[in-house]
């Protein structure tokens, strides 16, 4: 992107937005790409209604004044039509706010455009409208108000059409245009509750589930359900989607009727035996339980894990992929010995097993980790899990001990003592 300053824009004028020559304005620059702009502003105590909060009128302008600027490359300048924007949270006075339009549909003689303005420190504002995309080589997590989450894959973009919840009933609908998403939904209490995705093709409604959307560049989309149920419509046919089951449609299409999953080529799967809490983190991604709560972290795709109170704790990860994956153990309780274990295996194939031991005591944060490397063949290599270190909080990693791994090809159970054999393909 460049900066329309550096570009030779002229901004010596009294345009309210980014004119220099205004005393009161909120002398704006802006970075452009192609359909795109970005700005950032520190709200100023002149442009506040409520005490401490910014002018709506004034948010209404940050956002009409990017949008503007998303059509320079276009060469051409245009004037408002019609604004509408959805105030969910109040914007406050003296923090730092980044605000991006882009152009969604030119129409030739009109061109549409979304806006959104969020707070620079922590990230997403989010409002009804607001679109939401991961980019490549990244991905972003959304947390909603009744604490349902949607992982969002590299390349990946959803909209949130409606947020709300009225006597009870929670309502949560978001349409997803292309890339791979991870809802995991609370449980509803209320019938009238509902969480729904909408793709090119198809409508998937749910109730609490941990749901997988991948919508490919024709719009062709499967849906698949680890665990609750879905229900998937498309041009007027409705399919009841189990956990372990999937489906897809084309767009013009109809939901093929729901078969299992398929059986992913590789698998990590970690467990915990003992009165203890195990949660797995990679990329800042966790999957597991954690304190306090004790809560359920459902933040990486396909990841299953038991609730609270269930032995043995397992924690299933498929189609992992290469790095060192860093493990916390937390008390259960008056907490007590334990022994965590690393599986890797190939087609439900078991194809190596680790494990430690250890005892973990009120107060205490274990850390332990697992670095998983690929090879040639495709298929991933693991060293030992290693011993478990005091007080990890951050989910930090343990160095392993690489002289007790003497890694060979050939499968075989590790004890705590040597490891060998430690390749899932």
Known sequence: ????????????????????????????????????????????????????????????????????WAIFHQGIWGVTARLTVTYRRPVPVGEELRVTGEVVRDRGRAIELHGTLVRA????????????RALAESHALVTFFDGSTIEIEPEARI?????????????????????????????????AS?????????????????????????GTTTVAVTDGTAFVTANGVEVRVDGGTQ?????????????????????????MHSPAYLAVTLNGRSCGIVLPGPTVVPQTPGCRTPAPGLEPRLIARPNPV?????????????????????????????????????????????????PVEPRSDGSLVSECLAPPGVNAPKLAAVPSDSESCAGTDAPAVVSLVTCSGHAAS
């Open 322 to 370: 290469t790095g060192p994956y860093q493990l916390v153990i937390a008390p259960a309780g008056d907490g007590g010995d334990f022994t965590v274990t690393a599986s890797g295996l190939a087609r439900d194939t078991l194809v190596f097993n680790d494990t430690q031991a250890g005892s973990v005591k009120p107060g205490q944060i274990l850390g332990t980790s697992l």
């Open 1 to 68: 992107m460049a900066r329309l300053s550096e570009l030779g824009v002229d901004f010596e004028h009294w345009c309210f937005a980014c004119g220099r020559l205004n005393p009161s304005g909120m002398h704006l620059d802006f970075e452009v790409a192609r359909d795109r702009a970005e700005t950032r502003y520190v709200g100023d105590q002149r442009h506040q209604g409520y005490d401490g909060t910014l002018h709506g009128g004034v948010v209404a302008a940050l956002l009409d004044e990017t949008m503007g």
């Open 159 to 191: 909209t949130i059409e409606e947020l709300g919840s009225s006597n009870g009933a929670v309502t949560i609908r978001l349409s997803q245009a292309i890339g791979h998403t991870w809802s995991s939904i609370v449980k509803f209490h209320d019938p």
């Open 247 to 271: 489906t897809s449609a084309s767009p013009g299409g109809t939901p093929a009727p729901a078969a299992p999953i398929p059986v992913p080529p590789a698998k990590l799967r970690f467990g």
């Open 121 to 132: 420190s922590d990230g997403e504002i989010l409002s009804a409208g607001d679109q939401v």
């Open 194 to 218: 509902r969480y729904e995705i909408k793709t090119p093709a198809l409508s998937a409604t749910v109730r609490g589930t941990g749901l997988d959307v991948n919508v490919a560049a024709d």
